[in-house]
């Protein structure tokens, strides 16, 4: 039976699509959400994307979003860093994505040796250039801003390494984990969703495709939690993460479709 609450914050990649293309049952399901009047709000720890870009896209998948509607690690990024220091100078891995949410923030991207953050995000063109630099300002002390901790990500053709790989492979080199940590699990990001929605934990539920993430975020602010096995969690693996990350989900449905017709 589908968790019946005034609002849902709904991950993008895994429960709606899968990089470009889109999951059928996760569309139809944002929309009987909003057929039942639900305050919807999109959470992506996706670091590669700005809102512009997942606003096109879930367009493209034939669904009526607005830009207040999509809350992207990127987007939250670039506003903790704004808040925490106006006009800050930033080194950042990411790639355009996460660079255009962190100009539009008012931030100034600088190389390693005179920025004041080290930003981390994902690239999928990530060179020893990069990590060289991303290494030394990690040696240097900079304060230190992850977009997201994935490990993995659901690419239209399978799993792929997500900003993990990066802040896995400077915590092997440097012994540093970042200073902080902005999407989900963290609290950072669903505190911004709860407020974006106006309701409190207890009215929501947060729905994705993994546990160690999304599930992880739910429980962090004290909201009800709903896994669906279209992403990365899947029928075959689900008894084996949950085992690995001792964490259970409130409920399971096979797809964001299947929540709503529970």
């Not at 899968?18 to 992506?44: A, D």
């Not at 998948?61 to 903790?80: N, P, Q």
């Amino acid at each position: 039976m589908m968790p019946d609450k005034k609002g849902y914050i709904i991950d993008i990649d895994g429960v709606i699509g899968k990089s470009v293309t889109p999951i059928p049952e996760g569309v139809e399901g944002v929309k009987k959400l909003r057929e039942l009047g639900k305050k919807v709000i999109f959470v992506s720890n996706n670091s590669t994307r700005s809102r512009r870009i997942l606003l096109d896209r879930l367009r493209s998948f034939g669904l009526e979003v607005g830009e207040d509607e999509i809350l992207a690690a990127t987007y939250a990024t670039a506003r903790f860093i704004a808040k925490e220091k106006p006009k800050a100078k930033v080194f950042t891995t990411g790639e355009e994505g996460l660079i255009e949410e962190l100009r539009l923030a008012g931030l100034e991207i600088v190389d390693y040796d005179e920025a004041e953050y080290l930003v981390v995000g994902s690239n999928r063109k990530i060179n020893f250039e990069i990590m060289t630099k991303a290494l030394r300002a990690c040696l240097k002390g900079l304060r230190y801003i992850a977009t997201n901790p994935d490990r993995i990500f659901p690419a239209e053709d399978g799993p792929i390494p997500g900003t993990g790989m990066i802040i896995g492979a400077l915590y092997w080199m440097t012994g540093r984990e970042p200073d902080v940590v902005v999407g989900k699990p963290s609290e950072v990001i669903m505190r911004e969703a709860l407020e974006i929605l106006g309701l409190e934990a207890e009215d929501v539920a947060v729905v994705g495709d993994q546990i160690d993430v999304d599930v992880a975020a739910g429980k962090a602010v004290g909201a009800e939690t709903v896994l669906v096995l279209t992403g990365v969690t899947t029928k075959e693996n689900l008894n084996r993460m949950i085992e690995r990350h001792g964490i259970s989900p409130d409920y399971v449905f096979n797809s964001l479709k299947d929540m709503v017709e529970g």
